[in-house]
């Protein structure tokens, strides 16, 4: 049974910092390449960021760029997404997500296994 297990959500106030990790099981972790998607509510889930297998490459949306990384350790079957320099406006559900294709994309349809999400609330 595949499960992907949020954690490390809450509220903090803008500027802050907060660690996500996702702990996986059910599949063979180091074959996907994983992400992070965040939805707002009453918007889409969209892009935040992804990793490939190895950890050797990261992609990142432009308006988490310098603020935000993703890491993984295959070890531990668990994919990271460090965030600082919070906003109001990271505000959203973080999900992550795993792609059996070599080079992650973007796009959500791509992403075969997802986590059920966790709450980042950022107050101004």
């Known amino acids: 049974q595949v499960q992907l297990v949020e954690s490390g959500g809450g509220l903090v106030q803008a500027g802050g910092s907060l660690r996500l990790s996702c702990t996986t099981s059910?599949?063979?972790?180091?074959?996907?390449?994983m992400g992070w998607f965040r939805q707002a509510p009453g918007k889409e889930r969209i892009f935040v960021a992804a990793?490939?297998?190895?950890?050797?490459?990261?992609f990142y949306a432009d308006s988490v760029k310098g603020r935000f990384t993703i890491s993984r350790d295959n070890a531990k079957n668990t994919v990271y997404l460090q965030m600082n320099s919070l906003k109001p406006e990271d505000t959203a559900v973080y999900y992550c997500a795993g792609d059996e294709a070599p080079v992650p994309t973007m796009r959500t349809d791509t992403y075969e296994h997802w986590g059920q999400g966790t709450q980042i609330t950022v107050s101004s």
């Open positions: 059910g599949y063979r972790f180091n074959s996907y390449a």
């Open positions: 990793i490939t297998r190895s950890g050797a490459s990261t």
